[in-house]
């Protein structure tokens, strides 16, 4: 592990480089439109999958995830309550097209609360922080032991029952993990009393992406007990590190329209990655859909012995392209797609 001996820029250490010094740096090139329709085009083209995915019905899995979720948020943000409940909806239905409706449920409940505590954790970032700590005390509101009223957070402590009693063990102490770890880096997301140093390790985006946790989730779902042995785990696990990164690498490419072509987000991974390469936005977004065609064939290659999981993986990866075309969160129809 390299040490930073200097904050001074004239300082030159081997290994470390300054991607966050916005004042050393020149600014990273935008992406057009035309651009990303273009890069998007040619990964969907080379898949095999049609840009022009029409939505499947979630009304009902959607109203089901809202019942748990309204309660706990208050009538200013029931409006958003019910779109991210939509999104937990599509999530089940396209992550895990071979799961009970049960699991499609559990899961999308814990998407629409991971994505309250992403829009909205600016606003509770004390509690953010505090969650752990509280969940450890028995009589705390977030362990459930309080006559208080419910909160986003007390749902969330609801969550790790449920997985324990759906999940195989190994799978639930992940899950619990991953929502620990995406937790730790809103806290530091959202804190503003000051901002990252000028010289970091040229790896520094990726750890601090994988911070986020939720893509692990997403991965260990793939195995309720319906479907789950001790050895489809072990083959599982032998392909996590793909998943995991071709689940991060999906998101980046297909929420970087929202998020940076019509939106103004400039410290997405793909920016930082950008940085600390000296690279362009587009030249990362390149890397982007190359490593997923890579990585999709990797990984059926690692699995290819459990036809399974090999499918399950299959539909998972495929899934969440679909669910990033067909979701209105990400914008992608103004692409104006041609049949």
């Known amino acids: 592990m390299a040490s930073v001996i200097s904050t001074d820029p004239a300082v030159v250490v081997e290994g470390v480089v300054p991607p966050f010094n916005k004042a050393d740096q020149q600014p990273v090139e935008d992406v057009t439109s035309e651009q990303f329709k273009g890069l998007l085009a040619g990964l969907l083209e080379n898949m095999g999958i049609s840009p022009l995915e029409e939505q499947r019905p979630c009304d009902d899995l959607a109203m089901a995830i809202y019942a748990r979720l309204g309660p706990v948020l208050p009538e200013e943000h029931q409006a958003f309550a019910r779109a991210v409940c939509k999104v937990g909806a599509l ?101 503003e009393s000051t901002i990252f140093s000028s010289v970091a390790s040229p790896t520094f985006p990726k750890y601090f992406r994988n911070m986020n946790g939720s893509s692990e989730a997403y991965v260990y779902f793939l195995l309720p007990h319906e479907v789950s042995s001790m050895s489809r785990l072990k083959r599982l696990l032998q392909a996590v590190p793909e998943l995991l990164d071709i689940t991060d690498e999906i998101n980046d490419l297909f929420s970087f329209y929202k998020e940076s072509v019509v939106g103004l987000e400039r410290e997405t991974f793909v920016y930082q990655k950008a940085r600390v390469d000296g690279s362009s936005a587009y030249q990362t977004l390149q890397m982007l859909s190359g490593e997923i065609l890579r990585r999709e064939r990797l990984i059926q290659c690692i699995l290819q012995s459990d036809p399974v999981l090999a499918h399950l993986a299959s539909m998972y990866i495929r899934g969440q392209i679909a669910f990033y075309l067909s979701s209105e969160r990400y914008r992608l129809s103004e692409l104006a797609w041609i049949a």
Not at 97 to 113: D, K, M, N, W
Not at 119 to 126: A, E, P, Q
Not at 140 to 168: K, Q
Not at 173 to 185: D, G, I, P, R
């Open 91 to 191: 999530v089940g239905i396209y992550f895990y097209p071979c799961h009970s409706e049960f699991i499609q449920r559990l899961i999308g409940v814990y998407t629409a609360v991971y994505l309250v505590l992403d829009d909205l954790g600016h606003t509770m970032v004390d509690s953010i922080a505090q969650y752990r700590q509280q969940l450890v005390r028995p009589n705390s509101p977030v362990a459930g032991a309080s006559e208080e009223p419910p909160t986003v957070f007390s749902l969330l402590t609801s969550l790790f029952e449920e997985f324990d009693r759906e999940f195989p063990t190994a799978c639930a102490n992940k899950l619990f993990a991953s929502v620990v770890n995406s937790l730790a880096s809103l806290e530091l997301e959202y804190d």
